[in-house]
């Protein structure tokens, strides 16, 4: 089997069983060798430390690692043991990233719009002291933010589709879509596919 394998996408859950990272195969079986994660047996979910998961045989077909003595299954998904700076990530607050939360839709009207039909719109307008944040930002049509303007709610007449508030930790990280497996989709709700395969 090529070594291009261990570049392969790996999900990482946190201890929690959390989606909060996608790494290589090389740093996942890494993180198991230094008994930092388990790896997840998808179809029972059964746990396996690096010297339980090298025992087992590799199905036909299956891609795996050769290593001098050793044939490797390669892990999909691994869970982390322990607690650590991926326990619970933050959303960075940027366009992209409300437009993702928004899903590209007006949030006075509901209107779904491609992105050159959108703007942000403060809810608290800037002029009168709002801040760029999750709660005081929404995506908005180009109509709806025209004819709210500088003014308020109340003063505009309008009203929200939504509350406005940070997304929830999961979308902190985004998914390769072109390497999606399948095995993931128990763990990933489709409303996350967007983190960099890190190495």
């Given at each position: 089997?090529?070594?291009?394998?261990?570049?392969?996408?790996?999900?990482?859950?946190?201890?929690?069983?959390?989606?909060?990272?996608?790494?290589?195969?090389?740093?996942?079986?890494?993180?198991?060798?230094?008994?930092?994660?388990?790896?997840?047996?998808?179809?029972?979910?059964?746990?396996?430390?690096?010297?339980?998961?090298?025992?087992?045989?590799?199905?036909?077909?299956?891609?795996?690692?050769?290593?001098v003595?050793?044939?490797?299954?390669?892990?999909?998904?691994?869970?982390?043991?322990?607690?650590?700076?991926?326990?619970?990530?933050?959303?960075?607050?940027?366009?992209?990233?409300?437009?993702?939360?928004?899903?590209?839709?007006?949030?006075?009207?509901g209107?779904?719009?491609?992105?050159e039909?959108?703007?942000?719109?403060?809810?608290?307008?800037?002029?009168?002291?709002?801040?760029?944040?999750?709660?005081?930002?929404?995506?908005?049509?180009?109509?709806?933010?025209?004819?709210?303007?500088?003014?308020?709610?109340?003063?505009?007449?309008?009203?929200?589709?939504?509350?406005?508030?940070?997304?929830?930790?999961?979308?902190?990280?985004s998914?390769?879509?072109?390497?999606?497996?399948?095995?993931?989709?128990?763990?990933?709700?489709?409303?996350?596919?967007?983190?960099?395969?890190?190495?």
């Amino acid at each position: 089997m090529s070594s291009t394998v261990l570049t392969d996408p790996t999900l990482v859950l946190n201890k929690s069983w959390l989606p909060i990272h996608v790494c290589s195969v090389r740093r996942a079986l890494t993180m198991v060798f230094k008994d930092l994660a388990r790896i997840v047996e998808p179809q029972g979910f059964a746990l396996y430390d690096f010297e339980s998961w090298a025992d087992l045989s590799v199905p036909d077909g299956e891609p795996f690692v050769q290593s001098v003595e050793l044939r490797i299954r390669i892990p999909e998904v691994i869970v982390l043991r322990t607690c650590d700076r991926y326990s619970r990530p933050r959303v960075v607050f940027t366009r992209r990233n409300l437009f993702r939360r928004d899903r590209n839709a007006c949030q006075y009207c509901g209107r779904r719009c491609s992105t050159e039909d959108l703007s942000i719109d403060h809810v608290v307008p800037r002029s009168r002291g709002g801040l760029a944040t999750w709660e005081n930002c929404v995506v908005a049509c180009l109509r709806c933010n025209a004819r709210k303007g500088s003014r308020s709610l109340v003063e505009s007449g309008m009203a929200l589709l939504r509350k406005p508030v940070e997304p929830p930790p999961q979308m902190a990280f985004s998914l390769p879509a072109r390497r999606h497996k399948s095995s993931w989709d128990q763990f990933v709700s489709e409303a996350y596919w967007n983190t960099e395969l890190r190495p």
